[in-house]
């Protein structure tokens, strides 16, 4: 096994590095993520919602307030209309996971009293299954990851039975899958951070 022992002249810089990492770090918004989302980083998310068979995924980030989770990427059809909708940190069950830090995975969510329907409405659509899971960079927490099935028409709180074909929902293994890429998505973000504070990009 490979043993690295830290020196103790760049031990003395961490704190420095980790202060203007933090820095960084803060001033990606949902407005601008998009900016860091390289050939490698798309192909990772992309793969990844795949591997779950899911209809589409988000990357949701806290706001500069922290009042709000905003899409700041999406991968489905409707991406340009869904792309910074905003949540109340007060609603729904993507900012429930954000508070305590649990990820989910749930099928016929739309059952489920919790489960804010204001999106779904918007596009007509039903989220049938849903994963969510903690978004961490630079050491902190600063969003969510989701991805959902979806059924192709809007059914209202109250409404329960499916119109059309049933998604197949998500289970344990694809919960873990998606955690697994946000942790992957957390280093590259990481790493691309540490490239750009140590000038190794230009």
Request: charged share 20%; proline share 4%.
């Amino acid at each position: 096994m490979i043993t690295f022992i830290a020196q103790q002249r760049f031990l003395e810089l961490r704190p420095a590095l980790q202060e203007q990492l933090r820095k960084m770090a803060g001033a990606i918004t949902p407005a601008n993520f998009s900016d860091l989302c390289d050939p490698q980083i798309t192909r990772l998310i992309e793969r990844t919602f795949a591997s779950v068979q899911a209809t589409e995924g988000s990357i949701w980030l806290v706001d500069a307030v922290r009042e709000n989770l905003v899409i700041a990427y999406n991968n489905g059809p409707n991406a340009k209309k869904v792309v910074g909708f905003r949540q109340p940190l007060s609603k729904g069950l993507v900012s429930l996971t954000f508070a305590n830090e649990q990820a989910l995975v749930e099928n016929e969510v739309y059952k489920n009293a919790d489960h804010d329907h204001e999106l779904n409405q918007r596009l007509q659509q039903t989220t049938y299954a849903m994963i969510v899971v903690p978004f961490y960079f630079a050491d902190q927490l600063r969003g969510v990851i989701t991805c959902v099935q979806l059924i192709d028409v809007f059914i209202a709180p109250g409404q329960v039975m499916p119109v059309g074909s049933t998604p197949l929902g998500f289970n344990r293994k694809d919960l873990l899958a998606i955690q697994d890429g946000a942790l992957i998505l957390r280093d590259l973000v990481d790493l691309r951070l540490l490239h750009e504070a140590l000038g190794w990009n230009t």
